[in-house]
Structures are given as structure tokens and as C-alpha cells.
């Protein structure tokens, strides 16, 4: 079983949830709920890898706060 990391936003204008895992070029998608985004990340991933794209090999380190004065 592969492992994937996906970001995870919600649209405030649109209320769904965009999601997309980083490095893996056409790993994006949307949901009404995270159960649905969740799904459709499944299977934009299992698409991608049977057309066999592959993700870079890159590892999510976290996301950082930046101020602007």
C-alpha cells in the first residue's frame, strides 16, 4: 500500500474542499465534504499511477506562517 500526503483547503466562496499532493503534477481535486475529497484524490491518484506518472520524490515537510509588515 502506497502512502500519499495531500494539502487540504476550503474555497470560503465556494465552501468545497481543494486538496492536491504536492510533487505529484494532476494529484488535485475537490469535494463537498473531506470524505468526498478524499475519494476523489483516491482515484486521481490510482489514474495517474495506472498512466503511470509518478510523483517527484519529495517528502511534505509542513507549512510555515509568514509575516508582512
Known amino acids: 500500500m502506497k502512502m500519499f500526503t ?3 483547503e476550503r474555497d470560503v466562496d465556494t ?4 486538496g492536491y499532493v504536492p510533487g505529484f503534477v494532476g ?3 475537490q469535494g463537498e465534504t473531506l470524505d468526498e ?7 486521481v491518484i490510482e489514474m495517474l499511477l495506472e498512466d503511470q506518472v509518478l510523483p517527484s520524490r519529495s517528502e511534505f515537510v509542513g507549512t ?5 509588515a
Open 6 to 8: 495531500a494539502v487540504i
Open 37 to 43: 475529497l478524499r475519494e476523489n484524490l483516491r482515484e
Open 27 to 29: 494529484a488535485h481535486s
Open 15 to 18: 465552501s468545497l474542499y481543494v
Open 64 to 68: 510555515q506562517m509568514i509575516a508582512i
